[in-house]
């Protein structure tokens, strides 16, 4: 390891390099009860994971002043809902959340929208409906990010945004 040069080195002594330890352990495998083997298991209400994923709430206090809301919605459910719809996104990329992960799931429900079509605020003013309380409704937290297909949460920001006004049943995954 290389030292400093103000730190005092008598000029007789040898130079200092790596050396590679003597034996080299074997490699590490999770073998103890209760260590996932394989990949996350998957299912109903099981949530999608991935890393740093507390970051959404910070991403969510500071989208409030951007969604628009309609007479009747909630902002605790409105950005619940799509932070559960954002954590998904990310996990399909395998990341942490950011931004635009939140951007796809607010334009997909048209909250970044001015005149959202009145048949989609009729549907998400019911859908949302109580679910910023996580302890009651958590199980229809997970069916709104259940819902929305990949290939929505695959695409840019803007591309939802300018398609919501006319496509906003396939984007969101609802079926009438």
Excluded at 57 to 85: N, P
Aim: glycine share 10%; aromatic share 8%; with cysteine.
């Amino acid at each position: 390891m290389s030292a400093p040069r103000f730190s005092p080195v008598p000029p007789v002594e040898p130079v200092r390099y790596y050396e590679s330890p003597d034996s080299v352990p074997e490699s590490w495998s999770p073998g103890r009860p209760g260590e996932i083997q394989g990949r996350q298991p998957e299912g109903e209400r099981l949530g999608y994971q991935g890393p740093d994923q507390g970051y959404i709430i910070g991403l969510a206090k500071r989208a409030r002043a951007r969604v628009r809301l309609a007479a009747g919605e909630d902002m605790d459910d409105v950005l619940r809902g799509c932070s559960l719809i954002a954590l998904r996104r990310a996990s399909l990329f395998g990341r942490a959340p950011v931004v635009h992960d939140l951007n796809v799931a607010l334009g997909m429900w048209g909250y970044l929208s001015d005149a959202p079509p009145a048949d989609l605020v009729a549907v998400r003013r019911e859908l949302f409906v109580g679910v910023g309380n996580a302890a009651h409704h958590y199980k229809e937290g997970r069916a709104i990010a259940d819902m929305a297909p990949n290939e929505t949460l695959r695409m840019s920001p803007s591309d939802v945004v300018t398609q919501v006004s006319t496509q906003w049943r396939s984007l969101t995954g609802f079926a009438a």
